[in-house]
């Protein structure tokens, strides 16, 4: 497409939008979620409901110190993007929602997480959250995790270890790099390969997408946050 000097486009061949593609909703879920107010962590009043929400570090960890100097506090790059489900997948989704308070208590459950080990401070994190139905909670989730790479996706920060496991299942990323969580293994090998992927996503997160359907959707979702 050209512009001339007002702006306005010499050469345009206008496509269909489909509001219902894949792209498009995931787009205005993300938007909505990435506009909601920061909380902190746990948020100060419980709400009912299932739903997607984000995490956000502004602390001094030397882990961290690209990405938090890459955001500058402008709370643009979560450090985490979860979910929260209202129902079994095996009972399908309800029409009318959950009144529990599904996503309360996982964002509650992240907080007593981070409090139980000895690197992190509680006070440093803030986070967003958004009541969905269980419809739309996992392409929410999985954009977000998409367009943004958060750093602690894929480092066992959410998993729930139990059993025999507990003491003796091999070492996750994010325990060996903040040992504390009762019942956790951690190790050293595993806090060296946790910085590692750290700094190799917030340098992505610097470089442009490749893909261009992603860039597309970042440009797009970060327009106005």
Known sequence: M??????????FAPTEFDPLSVENVGVTLAVELLEQ???????PTP???AGVY????????????????LDGRRFK??????KAAGESSKQGFSPSGTRARKLYDRIAEH???IAAVNNLSLSDFQCRALVLNDAYITLAESVMIRVFRPVWNGMSFGSKVVGKNRMTGTPGLWDSLHPGRGGRPAGTEGAVKAEELIRQRTTDLASDYADPTLRRMYERIT???
């Not at 050209?2 to 050469?11: E, F, I, T, V």
């Open 2 to 11: 050209l512009c001339n000097n007002r702006g306005m486009a010499d050469s």
């Open 37 to 43: 107010p920061l909380l902190a962590m746990p948020p």
């Open 47 to 49: 709400f009912a409901g």
């Open 54 to 69: 984000a995490l956000y570090y502004s602390g001094d960890h030397t882990a961290y110190s690209s990405l938090v100097s």
């Open 77 to 82: 790059y979560p450090i985490y993007i979860g």
């Open 111 to 113: 907080s007593r997480s």
């Open 223 to 225: 327009k106005f946050v």
